[in-house]
């Protein structure tokens, strides 16, 4: 263990709550994808328009995949976050990557993983493949 992790450990760590959750939710969509095959590529890729939380390759297909981590569904489905105007972002943000790949000549996709959360532990996963198309 590294010297930070240590010093975190024995403090704590003083994140926001929702920073903390969404991080275990990123690891738990990572793992639960690899082992469904996934090839993992790269995590929080960022631009001026925002950032695709995961980036996979599966067979063929690249998949930009957004996870939504919640402790409650009591309101509503992590996945319905993803509404329009942050899937104009997504795409926007995958454009730059696949530009800074050289438009390659591969599909792509655009998944959602909700995470739910119940006392600070993964209760619950569900991977939506190709969750919502390319926005103008």
């Not at 994140?15 to 959750?21: A, Q």
């Amino acid at each position: 263990m590294g010297m930070w992790k240590q010093i975190k450990a024995l403090f704590g760590d003083d994140r926001p709550r929702h920073l903390r959750h969404g991080e275990l939710g990123e690891r738990a969509a990572k793992k639960h994808l690899r082992r469904h095959g996934l090839k993992f590529l790269t995590a929080n890729f960022r631009d001026k328009y925002g950032e695709i939380d995961l980036i996979f390759r599966d067979g063929e297909v690249l998949a930009f995949v957004e996870v939504k981590t919640r402790s409650s569904e009591e309101w509503t489905r992590p996945a319905d976050a993803v509404d329009p105007k942050k899937q104009r972002r997504l795409t926007r943000t995958a454009e730059t990557y696949l530009r800074k790949l050289g438009y390659p000549e591969v599909c792509h996709r655009f998944d959602i993983v909700e995470v739910l959360l119940q006392d600070g532990r993964v209760s619950d996963l569900r991977h939506l493949p190709d969750a919502f198309p390319p926005a103008d």
